[in-house]
Antibody
Framework: QVQLQQWGAGLLKPSETLSLTCAVYGGSFSGYYWSWIRQSPGKGLEWIGEMNHSGSTNDNPALKSRVTISVDTSKNQFSLRLTSVTAADTAVYYC????????????????WGQGTKVTVS | DIQMTQSPSSLSASVGDRVTITCRASQSITSYLNWFQQKPGTAPNLLIYASSTLQSGVPSRFSGRGSGTNFTLTISSLQPEDFATYYCQQSDITPWTFGQGTKVEIK
């Protein structure tokens, strides 16, 4: 059974860089897109971006200038860096696997990490 | 970006009730619509993908329908474990976007 385990610093000061890592256990790393999603009371669920095992990315234009997503296929891990954080970046951050489901190949996030609460203050 | 609007934002219902949540997209997303259930302190859990297909292990009291811009999630007979927040999410075009959520509470 595939599991995602994530970690990273939970308390940052304004202008610092958020750094989170997510490890994939129990399944293949290739063939999927690996996403970061955040959730805050003010903005709800917000997709940040994603990368596949070969380095292809999709980004959210709202955050693209500050976001770097990377993968380490040797460790089955992927990471998020978000620069120049402000209070608006306070949220629970999730990593998730995106899979193409069904005949129409509908993209869907089927496995999620446990979440990391990040506070910028 | 495609805006996803859910209604209602919250509802109160009793065990055994039939509950329907609506999700509207700001432009057509054909059938690229997913539903998630989230309980406090946990990550969202995929219930339905491609508008109407139940994810493995999801009880048959959950159903989804719709295409284009209008979608619904129905719980045919609400159970105690169904009290949670439900989100729709479009998978037609990036950036993938979510609805604001519908909280289902106990009456």
């Amino acid at each position: 059974q595939v599991q995602l385990q994530q970690w990273g610093a939970g308390l940052l000061k304004p202008s610092e860089t958020l750094s989170l890592t997510c490890a994939v256990y129990g399944g293949s790393f290739s063939g999927y897109y690996w996403s970061w999603i955040r959730q805050s009371p003010g903005k709800g669920l917000e997709w940040i971006g994603e990368m596949n095992h070969s380095g292809s990315t999709n980004d959210n234009p709202a955050l693209k200038s500050r976001v770097t997503i990377s993968v380490d296929t040797s460790k089955n891990q992927f990471s998020l860096r978000l620069t120049s954080v402000t209070a608006a970046d306070t949220a629970v951050y999730y990593c998730a696997r995106r899979v193409l489901w069904g005949i129409i190949k509908c993209p869907a996030f089927d496995i999620w990490g446990q979440g990391t609460k990040v506070t910028v203050s | 970006d495609i805006q996803m609007t859910q209604s209602p934002s919250s509802l109160s219902a009793s065990v055994g009730d039939r509950v329907t949540i609506t999700c509207r997209a700001s432009q057509s997303i054909t059938s690229y619509l997913n539903w998630f259930q989230q309980k406090p302190g946990t990550a969202p859990n995929l219930l339905i993908y491609a508008s109407s297909t139940l994810q493995s292990g999801v009880p048959s009291r959950f159903s989804g329908r719709g295409s284009g811009t209008n979608f619904t999630l129905t719980i045919s007979s609400l159970q105690p474990e169904d009290f949670a927040t439900y989100y729709c999410q479009q998978s037609d075009i990036t950036p993938w976007t979510f609805g604001q959520g519908t909280k289902v509470e106990i009456k």
